[in-house]
């Protein structure tokens, strides 16, 4: 593979690219430590369940102008092929990450320079306004320029198809051949059709908004509530420019900003990893909540598909909740409200991912609604959506990390809204004489709780892909028959989509895509999901434990006995 790696290094060096780049190369190429050389030329950056993503720098796998402009000219290639004889229209829009203006208007360059009508956000802004604008101006595919919660190294490109949706198979595949087929990417056009991109300014912003109001269910308790003391931040990223709008067309006037972390900066100056999902990345907005004794904390990711919450425990200390929790409040929340106001759809139903918590479904059954499941990555949970169109109504839907989606004129994870649907949450409790923790205490009352664990293990470069793919392989070929004293009762592999009874050994054909998932079911109703990240160097283990025993007086003690329950089932694991 070291081979292979000089070899394309070379080829890059035969190219007509710029000089910078080719300085950088031949460093690459001296270098007497070749590491740095495979990692960045062993292979081609691929799609994964988030498109395309990487560190920047030179080379074949790292995120530069080249290999952007090679992704777009074989996604134009495909989209000239998949809508033949019409004008083809995209949209593109990025984050505040590091390159992200450069790369983005390297790809609006490059649909143009191949017909390609562009509509391109000026400025920066949220991911989902990106796939909202997709299907608001008819168009047939769109890209955002965004590494999403990654550290500040890594850039990415997420490619969205007709229906506002990130690309599913066999689209993402076949894009992937169009890319694979092209030989020089120095012959790519990265200067452009000026006259074919149309530079969008502040209007789709208000049309984007006002759809999202449409989604409230207390209006009223939003206005009698309007000084709800809110924290938010952006975490240097997009959210600042739609959040505080939102939440303000919602009624909201006591909005908080973190004004640390509210200027955009893809070096992320305040945070390690510009993730809500860090308790680090949260402890700015945590120290002005407590300041001002505010009501709940809210943050984003950089490109504004994700959003984490912090809320006051019963001593009014500010706690975070994790993806799972969030999620199972905005479900109850919402179905709540709708059956409350007369307005749950006979049909309606939501969506979680294989890896969210099971509580989502006992929550889901109470309300009499339907509770599809997914693989992991929202664009699995739009397709859903897509193929119910006209059957069933899609209500919401989310996964535990941190992402949710209310209403489906988004076709993707969208914390704009999730914020002020939150935020509505946060005023109905206060109406209430509740605290969100107290609902969240209600719905184990009557649902029963579980907790989730995630624990990741990181291994970058070539090998650590090897790592994590002979991880899998083990797991699958040496399925223990017990873990942490719990017989494992059902295996399902959905790489060879089986679902195996481990008592009786019959096997179940699994009706999903192909993914490399297995998830282990025990007898005692612990599961276990391994998973490779299909956007980061990663091994995912998602470990879940269940009582479906409680009551409001023992909430506390139950939930001590099954933090100590996932400690020790991941400690049999052995990972």
């Not at 001296?30 to 590491?35: G, T, V």
């Not at 992991?376 to 006209?390: H, Q, V």
């Not at 990240?533 to 025993?549: A, D």
Request: aromatic residues 8%; glycine residues 8%; contains cysteine.
């Amino acid at each position: 593979m070291e081979i292979d790696a000089k070899s394309r290094a070379q080829l890059w060096l035969d190219y007509n690219i710029d000089d910078a780049s080719k300085s950088e190369i031949r460093a690459l190429l001296e270098d007497p430590d070749q590491s740095n050389l495979v990692d960045s030329f062993y292979k081609e950056l691929e799609f994964g369940t988030g498109g395309l993503r990487g560190i920047m720098g030179i080379g074949s796998n790292r995120m530069n102008v080249y290999t952007i402009a090679k992704a777009t000219q074989g996604l134009a290639n495909y989209l000239k092929k998949s809508f033949p004889n019409q004008l083809i229209k995209v949209v593109v829009a990025h984050d505040s990450r590091n390159n992200s203006p450069l790369f983005a208007q390297t790809t609006a360059n490059v649909f143009s320079a191949n017909g390609i009508q562009v509509y391109m956000f000026k400025e920066l802004r949220p991911t989902p306004q990106l796939s909202f604008a997709i299907r608001h101006f008819g168009c047939q595919s769109g890209v955002v320029v965004t590494a999403s919660h990654n550290p500040k190294e890594y850039n990415g490109y997420k490619a969205y198809w007709e229906d506002g949706a990130q690309i599913t198979p066999p689209h993402d595949n076949n894009v992937i051949k169009e890319v694979n087929a092209i030989q020089d990417i120095a012959a790519i056009d990265i200067k452009g059709n000026p006259a074919l991109i149309e530079y969008l300014e502040h209007g789709i912003d208000d049309i984007y908004l006002d759809k999202l109001l449409e989604l409230a269910l207390s209006k009223d308790l939003t206005k009698k509530h309007h000084d709800l003391k809110i924290v938010f931040s952006s975490i240097h990223g997009t959210g600042i420019t739609l959040v505080p709008k939102i939440l303000k067309k919602m009624g909201f006037t006591n909005v908080n900003i973190v004004e640390e972390q509210a200027e955009p900066d893809g070096n992320f100056p305040t945070v390690v990893y510009p993730n809500p999902e860090e308790t680090e990345a949260m402890s700015m907005a945590l120290n002005q909540a407590t300041k001002i004794d505010a009501d709940i904390i809210m943050a984003t990711d950089p490109d504004s598909d994700r959003v984490g919450i912090g809320v006051k425990d019963n001593t009014g200390r500010f706690i975070l909740l994790n993806g799972n929790q969030t999620a199972c409040l905005l479900i109850n929340y919402y179905l709540l409200r709708l059956k409350e106001t007369g307005k749950t759809p006979d049909n309606g139903y939501i969506v979680k991912t294989i890896v969210t918590t099971d509580l989502i479904e006992r929550i889901a059954a109470g309300y009499g609604v339907q509770c599809y499941e997914t693989l992991t990555g929202f664009k699995y949970i739009a397709t859903l959506i897509r193929s119910l169109e006209g059957k069933e109504k899609y209500i919401i839907g989310g996964e535990e990390s941190y992402g949710y989606l209310i209403g489906d004129d988004v076709r993707d994870k969208d914390a704009i809204a999730s914020c002020a649907i939150i935020a509505e949450m946060a005023a109905y409790c206060k109406e209430k004489g509740l605290s969100i923790y107290n609902m969240l205490e209600n719905i184990y009352t009557e649902f029963g709780m579980n907790l989730e664990s995630l624990f990741s293990i990181t291994k970058k470069g070539k090998e650590g892909a090897d790592a994590i793919a002979k991880m899998m392989d083990d797991l699958r070929k040496n399925t223990p028959e017990s873990i942490n004293g719990s017989k494992v009762l059902r295996v399902i592999d959905y790489l060879s989509l089986e679902d195996k009874d481990m008592v009786t050994g019959n096997i179940k054909k699994v009706d999903q895509p192909v993914s490399n998932v297995l998830q282990l079911y025990l007898k005692d109703g612990s599961k276990i999901s391994a998973r490779p990240s299909g956007t980061e160097p990663k091994i995912k283990f998602y470990f879940s434990v269940q009582n479906l025993q409680t009551d409001a007086s023992n909430l506390e003690s139950i939930k001590q006995g099954l933090e100590s329950k996932l400690e020790s089932l991941k400690s049999s694991l052995s990972i």
